[in-house]
Every structure is written in structure tokens, then in C-alpha cells.
């Protein structure tokens, strides 16, 4: 005769069991995903006097990865050809590296990112909080976001038109004053193509690779336009000369 409440015992038995097989399964899925990453080989001429944040292989052009390395991006990353040419997004690109499952994660590592370089190279510190700036390391962001035209108010309110009225979003990278450009580059990681949403197949073969840095690159912090209105509103240097030479 069968006890009261034993199978519910051997019920809860098999459930643990089950969980545990999930688990392990999913570990052995990440440690595999990591050991078996092919060799990603850089498909631009390096410059010497160049530091290269950002890893580099990220910015080959799918044609130019072989049958393995893309295989590899599809099946750990979901990436196609058109979410790894920058033709449409890959959603979890802007997803901090913390919200990551563990096996993009380790996926991730695998390819040269850690936490801060996917959060810099991919994301470009767009899912992070407006608090998360205050913290300690992440100067730099907060000036670059606030050279933009960010305040806490407008990030927080994630409101479309205003960002564009208000901020240089919405702007060419040929039309950003230099401050904007060197914030984009030094501390969230954009380069021109980036910002303009250029496809991956348009890049130049000598282009100026996200993240990437003279060594002997000097950058100053200034302290940043309030917004494209006021810097447009603002008087030119000759012209300012110019009426102060008028009676």
C-alpha cells in the first residue's frame, strides 16, 4: 500500500531531477559555446600607432567571415547578415551586458567583448540608467551624453521628438560641432558611420574604427552647448568681430 503523500514525493523527486538536468544542460551549452568559438582573423590592416578598443572582427563585413564564424554568430548571437551589417538592429546589442543570458555572454567573451567593451562598442551605454552615470568610472559617459544635450529629465522621459529638437541626434556627423564628435568617439564609442547609419558593406577599408585611439591622442573635457539651438544661436567669432568694429 502506497503511503500518503509519496507521490507527491516522488513527483517533487522527479521535478528536482528535471531541473537539474535543464541546468546542467545549459551549463554544458555555455562552457560548449565557449570552447568552441572559431578563430575570428582581423580583415583590416591594423595601424601600429593605434589602440583598437572595440574588437575588430566585429566590423568585417559578413561576406568576408567564413562558413564557421558565421554559423558560430547565427547559432550564439542570432546575428543574419543584415543585424551584423547594421542594415536593421540586433535588439540584445543595446542590452546591457548584465541582461544578457550567460551563453551570449560567454559568446561574447569569446569574440574579446567583457562587460564594459559591450556596453561601450555595441551598446554605446544606451540601456544604462541616468543614475547608473553618477557612479564611479562613468565621468566621462555623463559628460558625453550631456555634450549631446542629454539632461536626466530628457533621457528618463525617452521622449522621441524632443531628443531630436533638443539634442544633436538628429544631426549629420559633418554638422556636430568637434566637442560632439570627440565625445562619440572617445567615451561611447561611435565613430562617423555609427552615427549616420552607414551599412557594414560601405565601410572604407582605412575607416576609423569604433573605439579606436592614437596613441598619443590628448582629450580635453569642456564644458558642454546646452543644446543645438543655443550653439546655432550663437555668433559666429568673425562676425562677432565684425560688430564690435561698428560704431
Not at 541582461?99 to 559568446?107: A, K, S
Not at 521622449?159 to 560641432?177: C, G, M, R, S, V
Not at 558611420?193 to 582605412?206: H, R
Request: aromatic content about 16%.
Amino acid at each position: 500500500m502506497t503511503k500518503p503523500g509519496s507521490s507527491s514525493s516522488v513527483v517533487g523527486v522527479l521535478l528536482l531531477l528535471s531541473s537539474l538536468l535543464i541546468e546542467f544542460h545549459l551549463c554544458a551549452s555555455e562552457e560548449q559555446a565557449c570552447k568552441t568559438a572559431p578563430d575570428f582573423s582581423p580583415c583590416r590592416a591594423l595601424d601600429k600607432d593605434t589602440e583598437y578598443y572595440c574588437p575588430t572582427t566585429r566590423y568585417c563585413e559578413w561576406s568576408e567571415l567564413g562558413f564557421r564564424q558565421r554559423l558560430y554568430l547565427m547559432q550564439n548571437l542570432a546575428y543574419t547578415g543584415f543585424s551584423w551589417n547594421y542594415m536593421v538592429v540586433a535588439p540584445w546589442e543595446y542590452t546591457w551586458f548584465g541582461g544578457l543570458p550567460l551563453t551570449m555572454q560567454c559568446t561574447l567573451e569569446e569574440l574579446g567583448y567583457d562587460e564594459d567593451k559591450h556596453d561601450c562598442c555595441n551598446g554605446h551605454y544606451e540601456d544604462y540608467d541616468w543614475s547608473d552615470f553618477s557612479e564611479e568610472g562613468y565621468e566621462d559617459v555623463l559628460w558625453a551624453y550631456k555634450v549631446i544635450g542629454y539632461t536626466q529629465e530628457l533621457w528618463e522621459s525617452g521622449n522621441k521628438t524632443a531628443i531630436e529638437e533638443e539634442t544633436w541626434e538628429d544631426y549629420w556627423w559633418y554638422e556636430l560641432p568637434e566637442e560632439v564628435q570627440m565625445a562619440n568617439k572617445y567615451y561611447l564609442c561611435t565613430n562617423r558611420e555609427i552615427w549616420d547609419g552607414v551599412f557594414l558593406t560601405s565601410w572604407e577599408k582605412d575607416v576609423e574604427l569604433p573605439g579606436s585611439y592614437h596613441v598619443n591622442t590628448t582629450v580635453i573635457t569642456v564644458t558642454p552647448s546646452a543644446s543645438p539651438i543655443m550653439y546655432q544661436s550663437m555668433v559666429p567669432a568673425e562676425d562677432e568681430e565684425e560688430m564690435l568694429k561698428a560704431p
